[in-house]
């Protein structure tokens, strides 16, 4: 895996998604891709495919791990629509992600947890409209709460995407060896 890299071609990459542009839109290979919506929301079983993802190859493969923060975001108009119907009750502990009765593993708020729990903290970016069912996600990831946008403004989609990433730069080296 490539962690470091050269240059800002990563970030180039990202906006190329949330740009609100695609390109071409007729037929043809897509230069410029966009995110589209597709019916159901997974949101805890986007979020268990992070987790395994940070789990198998980012943090057992990371060589400046120690030093860097990993965070997943979570950009959703709306509710999880496939694994909502069980969510931990109130006994659920955010700390180690115990108790809860019985619900659904890949329910967003445990698998929230569960990020949060192995160092990976979960931003969830929503519309101004929503509820605040996605602020329990984003409380289980370590977050507090959602970041309310207007979705159908990219500027302020990409400002609150800059706004986590600004708040998760390392910090300045410490000539300790590790970064």
């Keep these: 895996a490539q962690f470091?890299?050269?240059?800002?071609?990563?970030?180039?990459?990202?906006?190329k998604w949330i740009d609100n542009v695609e390109a071409p839109t007729s037929s043809g290979a897509v230069t410029d891709p966009e995110l589209h919506p597709n019916e159901y929301t997974?949101?805890?079983?986007s979020l268990f495919y992070a987790n395994l993802y940070f789990q198998n190859e980012i943090i057992a493969n990371d060589p400046k791990g120690s030093c860097r923060h990993n965070v997943v975001v979570v950009a959703t108009d709306?509710?999880?629509?496939?694994?909502e119907a069980t969510a931990p009750d109130s006994s659920f502990k955010l700390a180690d992600c115990t108790m809860g009765g019985n619900y659904d593993y890949f329910n967003p708020i445990s698998q929230a947890c569960?990020?949060?729990?192995?160092?990976?903290?979960?931003?969830?970016?929503?519309?101004?409209?929503?509820?605040?069912?996605?602020?329990?996600?984003?409380?289980?990831?370590?977050?507090?709460?959602s970041i309310r946008?207007?979705?159908?403004?990219?500027?302020?989609?990409?400002?609150?995407?800059?706004?986590?990433?600004a708040q998760n730069v390392p910090p300045a080296e410490i000539c300790n060896g590790k970064d």
């Design 4 to 15: 470091d890299p050269p240059g800002d071609t990563q970030m180039a990459s990202i906006y």
């Design 42 to 45: 997974p949101l805890g079983r």
């Design 78 to 83: 709306g509710d999880d629509t496939c694994d």
């Design 114 to 145: 569960l990020l949060n729990k192995m160092g990976v903290k979960v931003y969830v970016i929503t519309d101004t409209t929503a509820d605040n069912a996605n602020d329990a996600i984003a409380a289980a990831g370590g977050t507090a709460a």
């Design 149 to 165: 946008v207007s979705l159908n403004d990219p500027d302020a989609a990409k400002s609150a995407i800059v706004g986590i990433i």
